[in-house]
């Protein structure tokens, strides 16, 4: 369950900034909740560089399991910010492509998860905010939007906050285990489906995505489905 402690996140990632809203009217009811989806999306822009360069950074250290993580989460993130941006769209305004704020550039095992922690929970503070604008301006489909969100979230702060925690505990012990470990991303590619056998050029590939650790168990998403793509 999430912590209840309280957390101080410096600048609260910016929830209030000017963001895009396209044609829409701020003062209509689809201009209130377009603005809260823009905000929420420059949300998952920021998140997804910030995880981004971490993975690189827990890479580089041979910390192969938590990159592989972060990695996995910062993809969770792409999916939110693009499921915000459809939902802009579908109401006519227009997807920001501005994160909310700098990311953190050089952090370490040992800086990464409390910070990551608190945006998570940060975040969830403010989803829950702009779940209630939807609801206040009857719009159901984003108010379903923000809670499937907010529940991927949740994950993502429960698994921070436990590596945060043992970094704490056990230090060096605790990261002695993780070092050297492999850093698999989720991408597997075959060269050819099994009992197919075709020319190099037209090898088929099959991309299969596994989500042993990520979150799409809460949400049918289109990766997460094996597909053969058409080669060239
Ligand atoms: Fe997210
Ligand atoms: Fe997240």
């Given at each position: 369950m999430r912590n209840a402690r309280q957390h101080s996140y410096p600048?609260?990632?910016?929830?209030?900034r000017e963001v895009h809203h396209g044609?829409?009217?701020?003062?209509t009811k689809e201009g209130k909740v377009i603005e809260v989806l823009n905000k929420a999306r420059g949300m998952e822009l920021y998140a997804i560089i910030q995880y981004m360069n971490q993975h690189y950074n827990l890479d580089n250290s041979d910390y192969g399991d938590m990159a592989a993580k972060v990695k996995l989460i910062a993809i969770d993130e792409m999916r939110h910010a693009e499921m915000f941006a459809e939902r802009i769209k579908e109401l006519g305004g227009e997807p920001t492509i501005e994160p909310v704020g700098k990311p953190e550039k050089g952090q370490n095992a040992r800086t990464i998860f409390s910070f990551d922690a608190k945006l998570e929970d940060d975040t969830i503070d403010a989803y829950n905010q702009f779940l209630l604008v939807c609801r206040d301006n009857g719009d159901s489909t984003s108010v379903k939007t923000f809670e499937a969100i907010i529940d991927e979230e949740q994950i993502h702060f429960n698994y921070f906050d436990n590596v945060h925690e043992h970094i704490e505990k056990l230090g060096d012990t605790y990261l002695a285990q993780i070092a050297g470990t492999p850093s698999t991303t989720v991408c597997r590619r075959k060269a050819?489906?099994?009992g197919k056998a075709l020319p190099v050029h037209k090898a088929v590939r099959e991309i299969v995505v596994d989500?042993?650790?990520?979150?799409?168990s809460v949400l049918p998403v289109r990766s997460q489905q094996k597909w053969v793509p058409a080669v060239p």
């Open positions: 600048d609260r990632r910016e929830t209030n044609t829409n009217d701020q003062g050819s489906l099994p989500r042993s650790f990520a979150t799409t």
